[in-house]
């Protein structure tokens, strides 16, 4: 099993796990853009296979949750694990969602589906800016209020769009503590 690391470290933060048949420069600009904006170094894995375990017939969507479930079950690596799928995410409260992740817990997963523009570079952005903001969410980061910043709640394509690929100050202060407490530096 090969690794592609981002970052000087040998040590991997993050493991940024493609899920099924998903765009592999996706998941490098994912990764790349952990280990640049908030300083995580990142290793994007080879591919898992499909989620067929969290498929939901009714509503031809997948669950979020149960893949979250089993990116945590996955103990070899590093600390925290990214899943990155193509297929449709939904929880059971919202029809969809761009990503999920678990407060301060281990695991998170992000969607390419509805991210897609005939612009590929539109495509990356979007997705590296999901990325950042699901671990914003493992490192303990809730919801922002400031309305352009990452960490602030994003339920539809423009507002995504809207925003630019940076944390307030305040949020990146909390992310520097969480990095400092978790790991033992700043």
């Given amino acids: 099993m090969t690794r592609h690391r981002h970052g000087t ?9 493609p899920i099924g048949r998903v765009d592999v420069l996706a998941v490098s600009v994912v990764a790349a853009n952990l280990q640049t904006l908030i300083g995580l170094n990142a290793a994007a894995l080879p591919p898992h296979p499909d989620p067929e375990y969290a498929y939901l017939p009714l509503r ?25 799928v193509q297929c449709d995410l939904c929880t059971p409260i919202l029809k969809f969602v761009f990503g999920e992740s678990q407060l301060g817990g ?30 914003g969410h493992l490192l303990g980061i809730g919801h922002c209020r400031t309305p352009d910043c990452l960490m602030a709640f994003v339920s539809s394509i423009d ?15 909390e992310i520097s503590r969480s990095l400092k407490h978790i790991f033992g530096r700043t």
């Fill in 9 to 17: 470290s040998e040590e991997s933060h993050v493991d940024v796990v």
């Fill in 60 to 84: 031809s969507q997948y669950a979020a949750g149960e893949i979250i479930k089993a990116l945590e079950s996955i103990h070899e690596g590093a600390r925290f694990k990214l899943g990155v």
């Fill in 106 to 135: 281990k695991a998170a997963v992000i969607s390419l589906h509805r991210l897609r523009d005939k612009d590929s570079a539109l495509t990356y952005l979007r997705a590296a800016k999901i990325g950042l903001h699901e671990t």
């Fill in 159 to 173: 507002k995504l769009d809207s925003l630019p690929s940076r944390f307030c100050s305040a949020c990146k202060y």
